[in-house]
């Protein structure tokens, strides 16, 4: 019996007998970023007991250094507080002290002193800069893509804590001396991951915010730039296959263009994926026209690259082209002319047939910008020449849309224009010229003669059909007397 006693005396105490709680926020998870758990804080950093109200407390400038760091704990707790901005009277003493208390620890982390802070402080500091930014959007956001020159931008009541959260976050990763393998304890998968859905937040200060966060994240922690570009790419085929609502594209692609300047040659097959797969696909969405313009620099960005990319552009460019969208149009002629100036010769035979067919469609546009924007590639030099070493092919098809303008288009600017084209092409090859203008005058002749044989054959209809009223109604008459 005693040996007994001894033995369960003896016996390991288990988790629970320890006072382990499986819901703590304080445990650590080992997540693919983390290489080994943190090692357990010693037993003079103690956390503080945790604090039920706000009340202010002295500077960490005024107190010796080894005293800083439980004060400093205690600051981050005041921060993790809190508070309805809606009503700008309630609690409005608690705001200004969590207010002010942000910027000191701004500040802090700002100054040289502050690189000696422990790890179970930047710890908590995380977790505290988590709570403020990882929170419900309001209902309102993502449901429709605002239009930044008509409507007004939604600003979050929040902002001025916000912005404090934020700055304090910039403070913590940009700094050269920041510690990467420290940091990324913190600065996990599942940080960057809520990160990424904050972007739908139709606040534009937090958007610019969460761009140079993020740009900062993937250019000093390695290990995420897979997971960041994963995660982007998810978020670009919700928008494009799914919802079309997202407030966040423009920055996101802005992260994109700067991530793919720095693509090493030759380029991975997974970075030509995205291309196609991604960044051709959101020509697709109604909302273009509100991140157009960071989309053509990252697709430019690829043909600069890889010029052998270009044919896979340009079909990409004429597979969404639209149809009935006149300012789509305008935008998706801009960007072709920026692809075509990176195009090389053989990329741009494989192509030139289907691209000018469309091209030549453009020129007859009966909207003048539309028309005017196509006319204006001629501007090119690059591509005035790549046009030159292929006339033969493309002129005949796109002469007859040159002709028509000259003609009969409403617009004098378009019809000065097509003038000075056709004077372009006669100049470089008069033979061809003159093939292309017979053509097509037999063309037109042609047209002519068989629309005037369809004229023809409806008179004869018409005729047949009142000669027929007039016989019937002759019977009628007939019967009726």
């Known amino acids: 019996m005693f040996k007994k006693m001894m033995k369960s005396g003896s016996r390991k105490p288990s988790r629970n007998d320890a006072g382990f ?26 956390q503080p007991p945790p604090m039920h109200s706000i009340e202010p407390l002295p500077l960490l400038r005024d107190l010796p250094p080894p005293e800083r760091q439980p004060l400093f704990l205690r600051k981050l707790q005041i921060c993790s507080f809190h508070f309805d901005f809606t009503d700008p009277s309630k609690n409005a003493r608690e705001k200004e002290i969590k207010r002010q208390t942000l910027l ?20 908590e500091m995380v977790k505290m800069i988590s709570s403020n930014i990882f929170r419900s959007l309001p209902a309102s956001a993502g449901q429709e893509p605002a239009d930044p ?77 897979p997971f960041i570009r994963k995660g982007i790419n998810n978020i670009f ?87 009935t969208n006149c300012t789509k149009e305008v935008l998706f002629l801009g960007e072709l002319e920026e692809v075509l100036e990176a195009t090389q010769p053989v990329e741009f035979q494989r192509c030139m047939v289907p691209l000018f067919q469309r091209v030549a469609r453009c020129l007859n546009s009966p909207h003048f910008q539309v028309a005017e924007r196509s006319l204006f590639l001629w501007n090119s030099e690059h591509i005035v020449v790549l046009i030159a070493q292929n006339r033969s092919v493309i002129l005949p098809i796109i002469f007859a849309s040159l002709e028509k303008n000259t003609e009969s288009h409403w617009n004098q600017a378009v019809h000065g224009l097509s003038e000075n084209i056709k004077r372009m092409f006669m100049e470089m090859d008069p033979e061809l010229f003159e093939e292309c203008q017979q053509e097509y005058k037999e063309k037109q002749a042609r047209s002519k003669e068989v629309e005037e044989q369809r004229q023809s054959r409806w008179r004869r209809l018409d005729e047949a059909v009142e000669e027929r009223e007039r016989v019937v109604g002759e019977e009628d008459h007939m019967i009726i007397s």
């Open 149 to 225: 020159e008509e409507d007004e931008p939604y600003l979050d009541p929040n902002w001025p804590h916000l912005q404090l959260v934020y700055e304090l976050l910039i403070r913590y990763v940009v700094p050269s001396d920041t510690d990467t393998k420290i940091a990324k304890r913190f600065i996990d998968h599942s940080f960057v991951s809520n990160l990424l859905e904050l972007f739908e937040t139709e606040d534009p200060r937090e958007r610019d915010y969460l761009k140079t966060i993020l740009h900062r994240i993937y250019g000093k922690f390695m290990v995420h730039r």
């Open 21 to 46: 709680d499986p819901n703590s926020t304080n445990m650590v998870v080992n997540h693919a970023s983390r290489p080994s758990p943190l090692p357990p804080p010693s037993p003079t950093t103690k």
């Open 237 to 323: 085929y919700r928008f494009v296959y799914e919802t079309e609502r997202h407030s966040g594209i423009g920055e996101l692609l802005e992260i994109m263009g700067s991530i793919i300047n720095g693509f090493a040659l030759p380029m991975k097959e997974e970075h030509k994926l995205f291309l196609i797969r991604a960044l051709i696909p959101l020509h697709k969405p109604k909302p273009i026209g509100v991140y157009h313009q960071q989309l053509a620099y990252c697709v430019v960005q690829f043909v600069e690259k890889d010029y052998r990319l270009a044919d896979t552009v340009i079909r990409g460019l004429l597979k969404f082209w639209p149809v």
């Open 104 to 123: 000191e620890l701004v500040d802090y982390i700002q100054s040289g002193t502050a690189k000696i802070i422990s790890e179970l402080c930047q710890e």
